[in-house]
């Protein structure tokens, strides 16, 4: 009985919605939320995913615990992603082509182009993320790495897009991002210092 109520209750909100202001007020808001929600998102990604390989101070339910906030991170990021690059579309902030095609938005082509190569980037990891189970094999591990690894410049990209082409970002999200920028740095030179098994393995 409820069933055909309820895309009549759907569309009735709708306009409702629309007749109030109120689509517009959240259109406004994601026109920047979006994009700082995408950028906080993505960063916490790359974060969980580098805290989930570590094996000297976290035990194994520890790095379980972190993947799979890595992973809930990172699908999040992706639908913000998606979210941001339709509202700036749609606002005609920039062409859905400038948006496919790094480089070539005819005012920011350099910071816009920035973001696009900054989304491949992390689609290619949610990709191989989804189908790591694809990649078993001594040598197929490493492909993954490798792959995986397009995380950290799309994180970079993503940084000088999020921070360059929109708003004025507040001094404390400046500090913030350049802190984690530092400390994945520092981990990422620890983890390459480290000693590698010599066995072969799944792929972190």
Same mark, same amino acid.
């Given at each position: 009985?409820?069933?055909?109520?309820l895309?009549?209750a759907l569309?009735?909100?709708?306009?409702?919605?629309? @007749?109030?202001?109120a689509m517009d007020? !959240?259109?406004?808001?994601l026109?920047?939320?979006?994009?700082v929600?995408?950028l906080?998102?993505?960063?916490?990604t790359v974060?969980?995913?580098?805290?989930?390989?570590d094996?000297?101070?976290?035990?194994?339910p520890?790095?379980?615990?972190a993947?799979?906030?890595?992973?809930? !991170?990172?699908?999040?990021?992706?639908?913000?992603?998606g979210? @941001?690059i339709?509202?700036k579309?749609?606002?005609?902030?920039?062409?859905?082509a400038a948006?496919?095609?790094?480089?070539?938005?005819?005012?920011?082509?350099?910071?816009?182009?920035?973001?696009?190569?900054?989304?491949?980037?992390?689609v290619?990891?949610a990709?191989?993320?989804?189908?790591?189970?694809?990649f !078993?094999g001594?040598?197929?591990?490493r492909?993954w790495?490798?792959?995986?690894?397009?995380a950290?410049p799309?994180w970079?990209?993503?940084?000088l @897009?999020g921070?360059?082409?929109?708003r004025?970002?507040a001094g404390?999200a400046?500090?913030?991002?350049?802190?984690?920028?530092?400390g994945v740095?520092?981990r990422?030179?620890?983890?390459?210092?480290?000693?590698?098994?010599?066995?072969?393995?799944?792929?972190?």
């Open positions: 009985m409820l069933r055909p109520a895309p009549a569309l009735l909100f709708l306009a409702v919605t629309l @007749h109030s202001g007020s !959240t259109v406004h808001f026109d920047y939320g979006a994009g929600l995408a906080v998102s993505l960063s916490a974060l969980w995913g580098l805290a989930a390989t094996r000297m101070v976290l035990h194994t520890h790095r379980l615990l993947q799979a906030v890595h992973r809930g !991170t990172g699908i999040a990021g992706l639908g913000f992603l979210l @941001h339709w509202v579309v749609a606002q005609g902030q920039t062409g859905a948006a496919a095609v790094p480089f070539t938005d005819g005012v920011r082509p350099m910071l816009i182009g920035f973001g696009t190569l900054a989304a491949y980037g992390f290619a990891v990709v191989s993320g989804a189908v790591r189970g694809a !078993t001594r040598s197929s591990a492909w790495r490798a792959l995986h690894t397009v950290y799309a970079a990209l993503a940084l @897009h921070l360059k082409s929109g004025a970002a404390w400046v500090a913030g991002y350049g802190i984690a920028l530092a740095a520092v990422l030179a620890l983890r390459l210092r480290g000693p590698r098994r010599t066995t072969g393995s799944e792929p972190r």
